[in-house]
Structures are given as structure tokens and as C-alpha cells.
């Protein structure tokens, strides 16, 4: 096993294995989807950092592709740095952040949250090591799924709803609502056993790997041969 803390029993199991043997494009040739923590340990039920989190949606969604297909050379991507004010250009998550940031994606903190103001510098903030919502990471969910399917419509009005028949925590109204039942519409995400999309709460590593993999399994079915080329496909859910 490569990881002492996750066992085969473990239900998040073959996801993890799955994606810490997908190798995908990066600008420094192939790099797996994600890596665990010295020690061979995974911590599947850790927090999700936004730096974490930025590489496992750069590498499982292959938005390094996706940039190629729209112009955005790899080597551009080595050379800018958009949240310089808070990301060193040696940090390891610099050039997954800065795809993210091109493919409008992610912005980043404009206002300081202790003072609930603009930043004097005008820099936006990255915040690598601030742990991702459930809410957060299904929103730059949709947004890469509808740019790899451009026909696909997606309104945020369209799913104000008067009851919580789908999720019984939220009602359409909330932040992140609209983006949880687009990504339930299109089997990515499931809620939890309870019934709840709980967008507020933290996003574990293996919460997120596990939306990953459902995503990579409805990419790999849409009929469009510059989609499904990118995609393995995942494992069965």
C-alpha cells in the first residue's frame, strides 16, 4: 500500500490510489494528481488547503490542457505570478494558482478580512494555507466543468428553489447553493450520507478526491472526442 494511514478497507481507497497514480500534464512534464505527507501518509481525512486544492483541480480536471486549447502557452504560465503579494514564485502551488487565476477561476482575497478593506497595494491574496469549503471547491468546480463543456447553460437564478427536496441545508438562496445542486444535477456531487451539502464546512482530501473522480467519470461520458482525450475516466462509483 502506499499510504500506512489508508487501508483498503478504507472507502475513500481506490480514489486515492487512483489519482496518486494519474500522471497528467504540468509544465514540468508528468506530474501524479496528488501526493501525500512524509512518512507515506495520505491524512484522507485532513483539511484541504486552497494551495491543495489548487493543484488536485489543476491536475484531475487537466487545466493545463485546457490553457493550451485557449492559447495560454505553459511557459506564460511559468513566468507570471498573480498573487506575488502572498505566493513566492518558488512555492510549489505558484503555477497552479496562476492557471486557476487565467482561466478566471480564482481571484483571490481583494479585501483584508481583518479589516474587511482593500489591501493598499492592490494585490489580490492567495491564502495557500487557508483550508477550502465544500461551498468554494464546488464553485471552481462548475466554472472548470462549464468551460470544458462551452454548450452547456448555467444559470444561478434557475435554481432558487422554494423547498430543500435536494439537500435539506440549503434552499438555493445561500452563496454557494446554486453551484451544489448544478454539480448534483450532473452526478458530481452527492451530498453526505445525511442528506446535506453542508458548503460551509471544511473539504476533506478525500471529500475532494472523491468529487474529483465523479467529475473525471462524467467527462469521460460526454461525446466529444477534445473532452474524453483528456480524461481517464476515473473508477467506478
Not at 29 to 39: A, F, H, L, S, T
Not at 195 to 200: D, H, I, T
Request: aromatic share 12%; with cysteine; proline share 4%.
Amino acid at each position: 500500500l502506499k499510504y500506512k494511514d489508508v487501508s483498503l478497507a478504507d472507502p475513500s481507497f481506490t480514489v486515492i490510489d487512483y489519482f496518486s497514480k494519474l500522471n497528467v500534464t504540468t509544465p514540468y512534464g508528468k506530474k501524479p494528481v496528488v501526493q501525500g505527507y512524509p512518512g507515506r501518509l495520505f491524512i484522507p481525512s485532513g483539511n484541504t488547503t486552497r494551495s491543495e486544492a489548487s493543484k488536485m483541480l489543476v491536475h484531475a480536471a487537466c487545466l493545463y490542457d485546457l490553457a493550451e486549447n485557449q492559447g495560454i502557452s505553459l511557459d506564460y504560465i511559468k513566468e507570471i505570478n498573480p498573487f506575488e503579494a502572498d505566493v513566492k514564485d518558488s512555492a510549489w502551488y505558484k503555477d497552479n494558482a496562476a492557471i486557476l487565476h487565467e482561466l478566471g477561476i480564482l481571484n483571490g482575497y481583494k479585501y483584508d478580512p481583518e479589516t474587511q478593506e482593500e489591501y493598499e497595494d492592490g494585490k489580490p491574496r492567495f491564502k495557500p494555507e487557508n483550508t477550502i469549503t465544500r461551498g468554494e471547491f464546488l464553485k471552481m468546480l462548475t466554472e472548470i466543468y462549464l468551460l470544458w463543456n462551452p454548450n452547456v447553460s448555467f444559470n444561478i437564478e434557475d435554481y432558487y428553489i422554494a423547498t430543500n427536496e435536494v439537500f435539506s441545508d440549503i434552499d438555493g438562496y445561500g452563496t454557494f447553493d446554486a453551484y451544489a445542486l448544478f454539480m448534483k444535477e450532473q452526478g458530481i456531487f452527492l451530498g453526505d450520507s445525511n442528506g446535506k451539502a453542508r458548503l460551509l464546512d471544511a473539504i476533506t482530501r478525500s471529500e475532494s478526491l472523491t468529487i474529483l473522480n465523479n467529475m473525471s467519470v462524467r467527462m469521460s461520458e460526454i461525446q466529444d472526442e477534445n473532452v474524453q482525450k483528456f480524461f481517464g475516466g476515473g473508477v467506478e462509483r
